[in-house]
């Protein structure tokens, strides 16, 4: 055992979900790195391999479960090797996965890692489970250890208290909790000076930031102070924690991105009283004429599910005309995959099958292609400020960037870097991308 504090170790960590938890990777990274810990591109090369997992969906869940089983070849090949399952998926599964995968070594839930180091050097025979949630666990004075590039995540907040029927989150992630605003400001201030242009802020229903006197309109004016940040974003707001004064400050703040991504989920009243939405489809209406007005060219994205214990064709059919209506840049699109703890797990009959689930899915997927193809042709011929971001994939010889409403802008290289702010006249578009040229 002592021996493996003495040389370098490796860390191989592979990351699912959403946005907030490939930002705890980065902080899991930084809680390593202060450990003596490197990291590594590869499994081959680990000494230690982390797969930080989501819980949201089953099927998530299930492709971690097959690729914990294929991570085991390294283990095999190298006994001393520690394989550990953090995340949500790891607090929401642990027993099962100690069962079902009994050559893992650690087990940890979100808000176990500052124990990694400590964890990893007593892994034994059993997984050891450490699944407990902190009501106070922030994180902070951790610096991440962030990937390169132009925009660097900021968690603002941890946790949900929102408990809406469907959510596995606040299970998983425990009750909500905001970093204090000095710590946000202290870490964009270091971001600044490494060279970020862009910052996006993280919670799960980042809208309802309060520290002490602080509440989610102040903060972005305190961090639209720091010089060097060019762009502010944040994900995800939670439509029925909107204030005027929230609307007002994203209008009127330069820096503060022109884009909201307002997780709809239904268009049916009765649905989003089930799911415990706390709006009404007619309120979340009024919000997002509030938006535009206030926001013209404001970029709207949304969060759609499909198939939602009692839905019915009728249901269905107000989310598609809400869609219709609001007419989003573009959606993430689920079909309701039941969550054990959940409220809907266990009150609700997951009544829609599979198969007309599917249906829906497909219908909405549909519609909702047909239309950000039609808002995107609405941009040809319109000068777009774009921050670039990098190399297109697909074209060594195109760069990529996004606009302030966050569109995709691809456009012929010519002597811009990454970080450099250019203006692009959009000559063509497809569904999810404008093509562009240097103006
Ligand atoms: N905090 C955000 C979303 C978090 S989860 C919000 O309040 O909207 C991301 C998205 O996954 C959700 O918006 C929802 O559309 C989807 N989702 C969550 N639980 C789900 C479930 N049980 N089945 C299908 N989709 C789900
Ligand atoms: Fe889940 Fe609702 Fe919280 Fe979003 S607001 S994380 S959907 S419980
Ligand atoms: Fe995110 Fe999945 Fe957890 S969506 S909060 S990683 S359950």
């Excluded at 990777?25 to 590869?42: H, I, R, T």
């Excluded at 907040?157 to 909790?177: A, L």
């Excluded at 004016?221 to 707001?237: A, K, N």
């Excluded at 909405?364 to 319109?382: C, M, Y």
Aim: glycine residues 8%; proline residues 4%; contains cysteine.
């Amino acid at each position: 055992m002592e021996k493996r504090f003495n040389k370098m170790k490796q860390v191989y960590l592979e990351s699912y979900g959403c946005q907030m938890n490939l930002a705890d990777s980065e902080l899991v990274m930084g809680v390593l790195a202060k450990a003596g810990y490197f990291p590594s591109d590869s499994p081959q090369s680990a000494d230690v391999i982390l797969v930080n997992t989501c819980a949201v969906r089953e099927h998530a869940e299930e492709k971690v479960l097959g690729r914990i089983a294929e991570l085991n070849r390294f283990k095999l090949k190298k006994p001393e090797l520690v394989l550990g399952v953090l995340g949500c998926m790891a607090k929401h599964l642990g027993k099962v996965i100690a069962e079902r995968a009994p050559y893992v070594d650690l087990v940890v839930s979100p808000d176990g890692y500052r124990r990694l180091p400590e964890l990893i050097g007593q892994s034994g025979d059993k997984p050891y489970l450490d699944l407990r949630l902190d009501r106070t666990e922030l994180y902070e004075e951790i610096d991440p250890v962030r990937k390169e590039g132009v925009n660097a995540w900021v968690t603002i907040m941890r946790g949900c208290d929102k408990f809406c029927t469907f959510c596995i989150v606040p299970y998983v992630r425990g009750r909500e909790r905001c970093v204090p605003p000095d710590e946000i400001l202290r870490q964009v201030r270091n971001l600044a000076e490494e060279g970020y242009k862009e910052v996006t802020f993280l919670g799960q229903t980042v809208n309802a930031y309060r520290y002490n006197g602080t509440d989610f309109a102040d903060l972005l004016h305190l961090v639209s102070g720091v010089e060097g940040i060019e762009r502010i974003r944040f994900t995800s707001p939670h439509p029925s924690d909107f204030s005027e004064k929230d609307i007002e400050t994203i209008a009127n703040l330069k820096k503060v991105c022109n884009h909201l991504h307002l997780p709809v989920q239904s268009g049916s009243d009765k649905v989003l009283k089930r799911m415990r939405r706390t709006y009404t489809s007619g309120e979340y209406l009024d919000l997002v004429g509030l938006i535009r007005d206030k926001i013209p060219d404001v970029g709207l994205t949304t969060d759609i599910i499909v198939g939602f214990c009692g839905e019915t064709e009728e249901d269905f059919q107000a989310t598609l005309a809400l869609v219709r209506k609001v007419r989003y840049d573009s959606a993430f699109m689920f079909k309701y995959s039941p969550r054990s703890q959940t409220v809907a797990y266990r009150k609700f009959e997951d009544d829609v099958p599979e198969k007309e689930k599917g249906r829906r899915l497909e219908e909405l997927i549909h519609i909702q292609e047909s239309i950000s193809r039609e808002v995107n042709q609405t941009w040809i011929g319109k000068r777009v400020e774009v921050l670039v971001e990098g190399e297109s994939k697909k074209d060594m010889s195109q760069f990529y960037g996004k606009t302030d409403n966050f569109k995709t802008v691809v456009f012929p290289r010519n002597g811009e870097k990454p970080g450099d702010l250019v203006e692009v006249e959009v000559v063509n578009s497809t569904s999810h991308t404008l093509l562009g040229r240097r103006v």
